[in-house]
């Protein structure tokens, strides 16, 4: 019965933060033009770019410290009720999270979280694994994902 009670509190908890944390309106889906970028084999991580916007991502050898501070402002503001740094939390960690996703679908994780979780298989599946509990769409801009991306790139697992 405590667990029940657990992961009904983390349901409506992750409700009212996708409900209270969006600051634009909902995208209708049918309005929407999403992109599968799934580049082979979509259960393969390495080669899966997610659904939604991007496309390709260019990563540079130095990572830019001015994006990583915003990044991980965004982060720390909009993400982290969810997701930890080296812990599975309401949400998968993010350390080391390049080792187990592209870049693509990365971003496209953030900017799209439901088109995601309706045709990604990797992102289905992550949704089974944390009890159902979908990713809040935080309505950043490509920028924006961009940023947080590159904080992730600075988290390593302990």
């Known amino acids: ?4 009670k657990y992961q009904l509190i983390l349901l409506l908890a992750a ?6 944390c969006s ?15 799934s580049n082979g084999d979509p259960n393969d991580w390495t080669t899966n770019k997610g659904i939604g916007p991007i496309t390709s ?30 812990k599975k939390y309401i949400g998968p960690p993010m350390a080391d999270i390049l080792d187990r996703r592209t870049p693509e679908w990365t971003m496209n994780m953030i900017l799209n979280p439901a088109g995601m979780v309706q045709d990604d298989p990797i992102a289905k599946a992550l949704l089974m694994e944390y009890n159902g509990t979908p990713m809040a769409n935080q309505n950043l801009s490509e920028d924006e994902a961009r940023a947080v991306l590159e904080y992730f790139r600075t988290l390593k697992s302990e």
Not at 57 to 83: P, R
């Open 57 to 86: 991502v260019s990563l540079n050898q130095v990572i830019d410290e001015d994006l990583v501070e915003e990044g991980k402002s965004i982060f720390t503001t909009k993400c982290s009720a969810c997701h930890k740094a080296n």
């Open 15 to 20: 409700l009212l933060i996708q409900i209270n």
């Open 23 to 37: 600051d634009k309106p909902a995208v209708d889906d049918q309005e929407s033009t999403q992109t599968s970028t």
């Open 1 to 4: 019965m405590k667990i029940f």
